[in-house]
């Protein structure tokens, strides 16, 4: 099984018809202008467990979804289409 | 040699000691060639190898092994180069069976700009000191008779460039000659010593916890692949590092010899054949970042695909196994070998898909820099610092395949 994405259109669909966009976090630590824009640029959080990311659909209905996924299983957590899940952004 | 000469290696295995000049996490080939280099090279045996399970249970034992320095930047042929030459002399030093083998390797191109690229490959791989030649398609029907050179008519073969001092080793053969002699001569290797913990004093690592009681350090190398993220937060170090799956599957046995390491950019795939005479085959990353070694269905189809189209014999053969390794990959495909700002904690990290075939070049380069302080020619463009001066080494030749 490979990973399937909850798309706000299109419901489940497999990774291949995806882009995979991240939401980039600078730490509120980093104050000095040119650190952040570095962090920025080039660093990640590459977090082991849940991240929320972002998914565009690019062989199917092009258009952004969220989605709240856990990196050591690859499982799909949470999704824009879950009750309670913060509005899209 | 047969295949149970592994049983005449002599591992030492010893109690961990409280202090070491240095530590290395991540008992892979990294992590035991820094050591051995450390040992045979600067006369520096008080180390330790810290490995969470067992050594080479991490990329070191997930790879495709090829080895090749046909890369697309001045500052990566060099050092891959250098690396092969070190290979090529490793059974030597070690007095080890690695199964090195030189194989060639043919790298296709299926298009006017695909054969742009590959010339391109050539000239800059010649002027660095990589053997690479342009071949017409005549040349490569030579070479590797069983290519379709039509591409199954849909991608016809334009071109190639040969790299004939493309090899294979056996991967936990590797590990294991470093291993060995950088136990030989006075390291340690724990295995089954996960790092929970960095110590810090102030900003500097001034050793490591683990489950078998601290261990202090005047110099923490990090070796880790795949993890390494989550080891540098512990210094408070963000790391310009996404951690991707690769797979890879082997077919069963192909009862012909088939001689060279075959990779296409267009077709973005891979192949060459293991000593057992299973076809191994290789693509690219899988694209979301993720620790998961779980192995998809998709992945075998959309690769059998592409390599049926080339190597049309493939198809007869089937599937027998497939798995997956957890990839650090920069954002210019160029490795990470780097002193920190944090003081006492050096890395080496970003082998992306590319870590195997600069196992000793990488690990002779992190000892010059941890014995004298100083990054060795070779590795010091890789610094961990280029992202923030601007002198990013992006290298369309590593692609992110093998």
């Known amino acids: ?89 | 040699m047969n295949e149970f000469v592994e049983r005449l290696i002599s591992f030492g295995w010893r109690e961990p000691r409280p202090s070491y000049d240095v530590v290395i996490i991540g008992g892979g080939g990294h992590g035991l060639a820094t050591a051995y280099y450390l040992a045979t090279r600067h006369g520096i045996t008080n180390v330790a190898v810290l490995e969470r399970s067992y050594i080479g249970s991490g990329n070191s034992g997930r790879n495709t092994t090829v080895i090749r320095a046909n890369y697309g930047i001045p500052e990566a042929v060099r050092f891959y180069q250098h690396s092969i030459e070190l290979y090529q002399t490793l059974e030597d030093e070690t007095g080890r069976d690695l199964m090195h083998l030189q194989k060639g390797l043919l790298w296709i191109a299926h298009s006017e700009l695909g054969v742009r690229a590959e010339r391109a490959r050539a000239a800059i791989n010649t002027a660095f000191g990589a053997k690479t030649e342009f071949v017409t398609p005549e040349e490569i029907a030579r070479i590797c008779p069983q290519i379709d050179l039509s591409g199954g008519g849909v991608w016809p073969v334009q071109g190639a460039t040969y790299h004939p001092e493309g090899a294979t080793a056996r991967h936990d053969r590797v590990v294991w000659a470093y291993a060995e002699g950088a136990m030989r001569l006075g390291a340690h290797v724990h295995q089954r010593t996960p790092v929970t913990g960095l110590l810090m004093d102030g900003d500097r690592v001034i050793g490591v916890e683990t489950p078998r009681g601290p261990i202090s350090a005047g110099v923490v190398m990090s070796a880790v692949g795949g993890h390494v993220s989550g080891l540098a937060a512990m210094a408070g170090l963000r790391l310009p590092i996404r951690s991707h799956p690769l797979q890879a599957f082997v077919t069963n046995h192909y009862q012909r010899q088939f001689d060279p390491i075959v990779s296409s950019s267009d077709l973005l795939f891979y192949t060459s054949q293991t000593p057992r005479g299973e076809m191994l085959m290789g693509a690219e990353i899988d694209r979301q970042p993720s620790y998961s070694y779980r192995s998809g269905h998709h992945f075998i189809q959309q690769t059998a695909f592409r390599a049926i189209t080339l190597l049309p014999f493939l198809r007869d053969l089937r599937v027998l196994r497939q798995w997956t390794g957890i990839c650090d990959m920069s954002p210019d495909y160029s490795p990470v070998m780097s002193a920190t700002p944090v003081e006492g904690f050096y890395v080496t990290t970003g082998w992306g898909t590319w870590g195997f075939k600069a196992i000793p070049a990488g690990g002779e380069g992190m000892a010059g820099l941890i014995a004298t302080g100083e990054p060795p020619e070779l590795i010091a463009p890789f610094s961990l610092d280029r992202f923030a001066k601007d002198r990013t080494l992006a290298d369309r030749g590593s692609a992110g395949t093998h």
């Open chain 1, 1 to 89: 099984m490979s990973l399937e994405i909850d798309c706000r259109q299109c419901g489940r669909r497999p990774v291949a018809e995806f882009m995979f966009g991240e939401i980039p976090r600078v730490p509120d630590e980093l104050t000095d202008p040119d650190e952040r824009d570095l962090d920025r640029a080039f660093m990640h959080e590459n977090a082991e467990g849940p991240v929320t990311e972002r998914w565009f659909h690019a062989f199917g209905c092009r258009r952004w979804t969220t989605v709240e996924r856990d990196t050591r299983t690859d499982e799909v957590i949470g999704s824009a289409q879950s009750p309670g899940y913060p509005v899209e952004r």
